[in-house]
């Protein structure tokens, strides 16, 4: 029974990745009108499911056993884990603060390690060395491609060419491969525990979980590609490109290591690079920049304590360090109340043709 509701709550899991992060990838291409929106949840699907299948591997397996040891992953230990990543995204969608499923997977997997002191250290500075540098490598990236399409000579040989149908299909295809890379680092998110706990094998967590994440993205992604693909800010196709590719690029680089990155943290940053580029410092407002480290912290935090708690009260029956993580629980919940206040970070803006 225990191993039974462990895959429904990852499968689950996977559905709302798939929902709420891959139909994202798509999102400037619809917003563009290039593609309408069965279209673009198709294709992404499709790609994400891909991603998953044949890139998935290296993350899958750091999340089963890279972080903490697989022995640590006993079924109930791992059902506990998924369910307080979930819960910790279902808290989040309740107080509106967009969180990093990655990182909230591996909040989970950190809070197991600590009530058995079974962590790789090494390897969770490593991940959290990427955490920080991926997020700044896209915002100078987008930075560096702006001003080459500043470029006059690229400009006249744009026009000359008519490159507006070129841009279109390009864009189209940035989206594709960031929902392809999604499906690389963000399966793992799911069913890595249940890897780790030796309930399914890797090629099984791959196929399921890919084959979950797109059926996320089919059939429940529709609000957040509308979101995603009509919001105000405007930007021209061969920016769209920058940052679909920008983030889709780093997303697989890091993918190839093994390592969960957050893929809605490095779009927004590639976003407000472009920014910068077009508009100088004016862009980088501290609202947006103290929200993106506050999610950045809270993610994992959040599901830490979850985490860490859940097992020791349901299998350690240990009380004591439930006391002392209640007040970081209140810290967090009041940190994410603040949070509600601000403007929510945009993650994929309205594109313009001309």
């Known amino acids: 029974m225990l191993t039974i509701l462990a895959i429904t709550i990852g499968l689950f899991f996977a559905l709302n990745i798939g929902a ?11 917003g563009s009108g290039v593609v309408n929106k069965r279209l673009a949840l198709f294709l992404c699907g499709i790609a994400v499911f891909l991603g998953a299948y044949f890139g998935g591997g290296e993350v899958v397996k750091t999340i089963g056993n890279g972080i903490v040891p697989s022995s640590t992953f006993t079924v109930p230990i791992a059902l506990i884990v998924l369910a307080s990543a979930a819960l910790s995204l279902f808290l989040a969608n309740i107080f509106g603060i967009p969180l990093s499923t990655s990182e909230v997977a591996v909040g989970s997997v950190v809070g197991a390690g600590i009530v058995y002191q079974s962590i790789f250290l090494s390897n969770l500075v490593w991940i959290m060395f ?11 990236i987008a930075i560096l491609a702006c001003y080459l399409l500043k470029d006059k000579r690229l400009k006249r040989w744009m ?7 070129f841009l279109a299909a390009l864009v189209v295809i940035m989206g594709l491969f960031e929902a392809f890379s999604a499906g690389m680092n963000n399966v793992a998110n799911a069913v890595g525990p249940l890897v780790g706990a030796k309930i399914l094998s890797t090629e099984n967590g791959i196929f ?10 089919l059939l429940l992604g529709q609000r957040v590609l ?6 105000i800010t405007a930007l021209r196709l061969e920016e769209g490109c920058v940052i679909s590719g920008t983030g889709a690029s780093i997303v697989t680089v890091a993918s190839l290591f093994g390592v969960p990155v957050p893929l809605t943290q490095i779009t927004t940053s590639s976003i407000i690079g472009i920014g910068f580029a077009k508009h100088g410092r004016a862009v980088l407002k501290k609202d947006i920049v103290v929200q993106m480290l506050t999610v950045w912290i809270v993610s994992p935090v959040l599901s830490m304590v979850l985490s860490y708690t859940l097992i020791n009260l349901i299998i350690e029956h240990n009380f004591y360090p439930i006391i002392a993580m209640g007040g970081v629980l209140i810290s967090v919940f009041g940190v994410l109340s ?14 313009v043709k001309e």
């Open 159 to 165: 026009e000359e060419r008519k490159s507006v149908p």
């Open 20 to 30: 709420s992060g891959a139909a994202a990838s798509m999102g400037i291409s619809y």
């Open 130 to 140: 990427f955490w920080l540098l991926t997020p700044i490598a896209a915002f100078v």
């Open 226 to 231: 509308e979101t995603n693909g009509k919001k």
């Open 208 to 217: 399921w979980g890919g084959l979950f994440v797109a059926i996320g993205a």
């Open 338 to 351: 603040l949070m509600k206040r601000r403007t929510s970070i945009t993650v994929a803006p309205k594109v």
